[in-house]
């Protein structure tokens, strides 16, 4: 099973089940995909400013990758997310 197939396969599900129907997933990888990848420590530092740019978070062009870091810490809970989650929420 793959992310990609478990995807299709859910849509397929969510479009049968009645509103306010409960689903519950175990902890298999494939039900774990996230909507989008944030950097972390191992990113690089291209990387890093390239997805604040794309949020619109503004950085200062020295700033060291530590820094970068932190403006990424101080929004993440707004943009970790999984795919079935935001498939559900629509």
């Known amino acids: 099973m793959t992310g990609q197939v478990f995807n299709e396969w859910f849509a397929e599900v969510l479009g049968v089940l ?22 972390t420590s191992s990113s690089n530092k291209a990387a890093i400013k390239e997805w604040l740019e794309s949020k619109g978070i ?20 707004n943009y970790d997310r999984y795919v079935v989650d935001a498939m559900a929420e629509s």
Not at 21 to 37: C, G, Q, T
Not at 59 to 68: A, I, P, Q, R
Request: glycine share 2%.
């Open 18 to 39: 009645e509103p306010g129907s409960v689903i519950v997933m175990n902890n298999a990888s494939y039900h774990s995909v996230k909507l989008e990848r944030i950097p």
């Open 58 to 77: 503004p950085y200062e062009e020295d700033d060291l990758k530590k820094e970068l870091l932190a403006r990424v810490q101080r929004v993440r809970a």
